[in-house]
Nanobody, 123 residues
Framework: QAQLMESGGGSVRAGGSLRLSCAAKYTFRHYCMAWFRQPPGEEREGVASIQTNDRTSYADSVKGRFTISKDNAQNTLYLEINNLKPEDTAMYYC??????????????????RGQGTQVTVSS
């Protein structure tokens, strides 16, 4: 069974908001967590990460609109996306790495990876 399970994606109009969730089957308080996305026909890219000390980092393209957070008690990672744009249309994935990480790291190198949730933004 998948160790990480994303949810919360959907089809929304530009300007709207979504909150993506990533539920873990284990405690991830010792894991760095990250969100990635893959637009149709494009490479997967990292968008945000949160360290074990709650320090967050964001790709320049999403700063100010995306917020990564986590609830260690619920073993759940979140990605709040505001002011959605059509270019945010992508499959969104979460990933976990034991120890420090960065969203610049390749998605496939993370210890655990989700299956993705689709976000579609219409203009």
């Amino acid at each position: 069974q998948a160790q990480l399970m994303e949810s919360g994606g959907g089809s929304v109009r530009a300007g709207g908001s979504l909150r993506l969730s990533c539920a873990a089957k284990y405690t991830f308080r010792h894991y760095c967590m990250a969100w990635f996305r893959q637009p149709p026909g494009e490479e997967r890219e990292g968008v945000a990460s949160i360290q074990t000390n709650d320090r967050t980092s964001y790709a320049d393209s999403v700063k100010g609109r995306f917020t990564i957070s986590k609830d260690n008690a619920q073993n759940t990672l979140y990605l709040e996306i505001n002011n959605l744009k059509p270019e945010d249309t992508a499959m969104y994935y979460c990933a976990a790495e034991l120890g420090p990480c960065t969203f610049y790291t390749s998605f496939t190198s993370f210890d655990y990876r989700g299956q993705g949730t689709q976000v579609t933004v219409s203009s």
